[in-house]
Nanobody, 123 residues
Framework: VQLQASGGGLVQAGGSLRLSCAAS????????VGWFRQAPGKEREFVAA????????NYVDSVRGRFTISRDNAKSTAYLRMNSLKPEDTAVYYC?????????????????WGQGTQVTVSS
């Protein structure tokens, strides 16, 4: 499966963005999807994940209550709605897909990755 992330940009603190992850070349409904981010000089970290059906989600504590992961299997697209953005949310955001688990939070568990989209939050 190929993944294309989009929707990043420059936003002021407190603002919102919605990232999209469009999939092609596979049966999207069979994959769990995750969002990860990597800030300059830091390791890639888990942000959020959603099960293939969309019924189960998981978030890193730092975004829980502000970010919402969702998916539309009919459109082969996953989303990450980000509200109340903070400067520390600035990073390149990647979407990824995996078939081995209902929910996966470690990058090593993901087989397919999108190219990343830059999110910059100004103070």
């Amino acid at each position: 499966v190929q993944l294309q992330a989009s929707g990043g940009g420059l936003v002021q603190a407190g603002g919102s963005l919605r990232l999209s992850c469009a999939a092609s070349g596979g049966t999207f409904s069979g994959y769990g999807v995750g969002w990860f981010r990597q800030a300059p000089g830091k390791e890639r970290e888990f942000v959020a994940a959603i099960s293939p059906s969309g019924k189960t989600t998981n978030y890193v504590d730092s975004v829980r209550g502000r970010f919402t992961i969702s998916r539309d299997n009919a459109k082969s697209t996953a989303y990450l709605r980000m509200n109340s953005l903070k400067p520390e949310d600035t990073a390149v955001y990647y979407c990824a897909a995996q078939m081995s688990r209902i929910i996966a939070t470690r990058s090593i568990e993901y087989e397919y990755w999108g190219q990343g989209t830059q999110v910059t939050v100004s103070s």
